[in-house]
């Protein structure tokens, strides 16, 4: 079992939709990040959070610690949007591990 | 401020060959991090550098190395390549304040044949 498990691996949303993608983690942890990687390879880090909740702009990030979760909400979507969503902790190790990703198209 | 840059962007390497791949971080970020990525095992860590120091290091075997400079650019070097080492090789920087935070470099795309 990883780590990290991020779901669902795919999504499609039509422009405009509410959009959440979650992370579950099995190991205690000092911080979670959000990363999103857009075709290319460049990735862009978006929250860094170890409780409650931040929001930056249309991106909303929550953590529970206590039920090791996490979820990215995305509010009125939009085709820009369109991305790899990853998600990532950092353990007792310092080190980060990853999940997967989270595979978002966006359609207009 | 300027990125964090990666050099070369793209290599082309054949196996047994030996490759070094750059990172300049940005300004005053004295902290580097480097990530292989690939379509199987996704995004790994590799190592760790802080103030020329080796702070961790990931899973890798002891083909894969790296060090930093005194002017925080860091490099890593595979030897002996394999077929599995073609990936996306990401590094980034993180500030001396908020040291969990991570800037990404665009990466470099290394292809073994």
């Known amino acids: 079992k990883n780590e990290v498990e991020q779901s669902p691996q795919n999504l499609t949303a039509q422009e405009g939709e509410f959009i959440t993608i979650n992370c579950s983690y099995s190991v205690g942890i000092s911080a979670l990040h959000w990363l999103q990687q857009h075709p290319g390879g460049g990735i862009v880090s978006l929250f860094m959070l170890s409780s409650g909740k931040k929001k930056h702009g249309r991106l909303i990030a929550t953590i529970n610690i206590q039920e090791k979760h996490s979820s990215l909400h995305i509010t009125a979507s939009h085709p820009r949007d369109s991305a790899v969503y990853i998600c990532?902790?950092?353990?007792?190790?310092?080190?980060?591990?990853f999940g997967k990703g989270t595979k978002l198209t966006v359609n207009p | 401020k300027a990125g964090v840059t990666q050099t070369p962007r793209y290599l082309i390497k054949t196996r047994g060959q030996q490759v070094t791949l750059s990172c300049s971080p940005i300004s005053g970020h004295r902290s580097v991090s480097w990530y292989q990525q690939t379509p199987g095992q996704g995004l790994q860590f590799l190592f760790e550098?802080?103030?020329?120091?080796?702070?961790n290091k990931g899973n890798f075997p002891g083909r894969f190395s790296g060090r930093q400079f005194s002017n925080s650019r860091s490099e890593m070097n595979v030897s002996t390549l394999e077929l599995g080492d073609s990936a996306l090789y990401l590094c980034?920087?993180?500030?001396?304040?908020?040291?969990?935070?991570?800037?990404f470099g665009p990466g470099t795309r290394l292809t073994v044949l």
């Open positions: 550098y802080f103030s020329e120091t080796q702070r």
């Open positions: 990532a902790v950092k353990g007792g190790s310092e080190k980060l591990v």
């Open positions: 980034a920087s993180s500030p001396p304040l908020g040291y969990n935070e991570q800037f």
